[in-house]
């Protein structure tokens, strides 16, 4: 595949559907550093974060027949909003698998976008169960969260905005979970930057990804005891071999790292983010000598914060 070529087209075939969002800069949070920032909000993006992309790009290239059986997916958080709002957008079904557990706000937000929910019990298992259910009573098409290659792609868009602004940017880091946000990231970074190496911080509570590096085969995690909710979630068979080859190194950070990353960024910048997009912050923060004195995006990868269990 040429992943150049599926990057351009993809900006060009989503733009309609998404916002450019906005690249913010601190000069505090600069000195705190010791790098030059350069956060990319996609807090501001549709639904709230950077997974409008993915699931935009990989619902517009669905066929005729496929459009009319809908799409189906599972997710407990972002993914579930965003493939609602897509299929909304360009007027199909979705299905959305949803844990029983998940906060009822994050249900109500797929319902009001469209989405029709179908709740699943909380182990992965269970979600890929029910999910594949859902397949076999209507047809529709499976959309992974993270592993599918157009939402790979989709995701690197906002790396490829991002780059268009500021050329010059000497490192990339995002927060990793399911890798797709971090593989698309690495690819538009390879392609579009200027010697501009790819890197991700991960919660040490979920390190599946640093591990995954080190070991040559996808790890998983025993626990997913993190306050960076997005993050619970691991490597794909596509999206693994992309970061193996474009993504120079997965830093961890802890949680008191990450909550006093997230709480920077809401009193310097004054926005909304949640705990996983705080986490690169954090890592940049970690590992100073890295990064120090270099042009640095970051980024922000949502602000769909539950702000009744704010963690300061």
Known sequence: MNFKEELLKAQKRISPYIHNTPVLTSRLLNEIAGAELYFKCENFQKMGAFKMRGATNALL??????????????????????????????GIKAYIVMPKNTPQVKKEAVIGYGGIVIESESTPIAREEKA?????????????????????????????ELLKAHPDLEALITPVGGGGLLGGTALAAHYFGKNCPTFAGEPQEVDDAYRSLKSGKIESNKTTDTIADGLRTQLGDNN????????????????????????????????????SSAVAFAAVLKDKNRFKNKKVGLILSGGNVDLANLPF
């Open 61 to 90: 290239q669905l066929t005729d027949v496929q459009k009319t059986r809908g799409v189906v997916t599972h997710s407990s958080g972002n993914f579930a909003q965003a493939v609602a709002l897509a299929a909304r957008n360009i």
């Open 132 to 160: 594949e259910a859902v397949l076999q009573e209507t047809g529709a098409t499976f959309v992974h969260p993270s592993n599918d290659i157009p939402v790979i792609i989709g995701q690197g868009t906002a790396t490829m």
């Open 240 to 275: 693994f071999p992309i970061i193996q080859k474009y993504v120079s190194a997965i830093i961890c950070v802890s949680e008191s790292e990450i909550i006093a990353a997230m709480k920077l960024i809401w009193e310097r910048l004054k926005i909304v983010v949640e705990p």
